[in-house]
T-cell receptor
Framework: GENVEQHPSTLSVQEGDSAVIKCTYS??????FPWYKQELGKGPQLIID?????GEKKDQRIAVTLNKTAKHFSLHITETQPEDSAVYFC?????????????FGTGTKLQVIP | KAGVTQTPRYLIKTRGQQVTLSCSPI?????VSWYQQTPGQGLQFLFE???????NKGNFPGRFSGRQFSNSRSEMNVSTLELGDSALYLC????????????FGQGTRLTVV
């Protein structure tokens, strides 16, 4: 089955700096890559996603890049703010048996230091 | 529209007991997935239900089971609880499964003593 690796597991940055989280996936047939943010005491919430026919997507301070050849995708957060502190999960989705299966990475705890 | 509702929010059970958790998805969503979240283990997939049928299952023992009703509400059951079952259990609803945005509930925090 699909395997998703996520790095780093923890990340500390100064407010205003950029943060980058990287994920790799194993199955080249994966075609949907969402990113989720989980704040303390809450469930994960989708922040951005990308499909396999697109190489990059941006939404204000957040961007995701996808390299299908290398089978990795990355989350980029620019001008980080304290409210960006949370756990971030990447995921890869693949069509199998007539429906999509989602596999999550192990998460990255981001701390933005004021 | 109302979000995903999980009940109860917190549970304390004794080893050997069983527990049932409930998840009400967003109206119109047919897919409900369950995840176990423990520190350092990320989101471990339990199973997915779609239109009352289990169509995907993770690598958990048979003590973990679930079902989905005709209104898409879902329950998961854990029998013969073990200390290691202590975790946050999250459910996620989506319109059609893994190719569309999943909306998570706040989870049920289960503590087994």
């Amino acid at each position: 089955g699909e395997n998703v690796e996520q790095h780093p597991s923890t990340l500390s940055v100064q407010e205003g700096d950029s943060a980058v989280i990287k994920c790799t996936y194993s199955d080249s047939a994966s075609n949907y890559f969402p990113w989720y943010k989980q704040e303390l005491g809450k469930g994960p919430q989708l922040i951005i996603d990308i499909r396999s026919n697109v190489g990059e997507k941006k939404d204000q301070r957040i961007a995701v890049t996808l390299n299908k050849t290398a089978k990795h995708f990355s989350l980029h957060i620019t001008e980080t703010q304290p409210e960006d502190s949370a756990v971030y999960f990447c995921a890869a989705s693949i069509r199998s048996g007539g429906y999509q299966k989602v596999t999550f990475g192990t998460g990255t705890k981001l701390q933005v230091i004021p | 529209k109302a979000g995903v509702t999980q009940t109860p929010r917190y549970l304390i059970k004794t080893r050997g007991q069983q527990v049932t958790l409930s998840c009400s998805p967003i109206s119109g969503h047919r897919s409900v997935s369950w995840y176990q979240q423990t520190p350092g283990q990320g989101l471990q997939f339990l199973f997915e239900y779609f239109s009352e049928t289990q169509r995907n299952k993770g690598n958990f023992p048979g003590r973990f089971s679930g079902r989905q009703f005709s209104n898409s509400r879902s329950e998961m059951n854990v029998s013969t609880l073990e200390l290691g079952d202590s975790a946050l259990y999250l459910c996620a609803s989506s319109y059609d499964g893994g190719n569309t945005e999943a909306f998570f509930g706040q989870g049920t925090r289960l503590t087994v003593v």
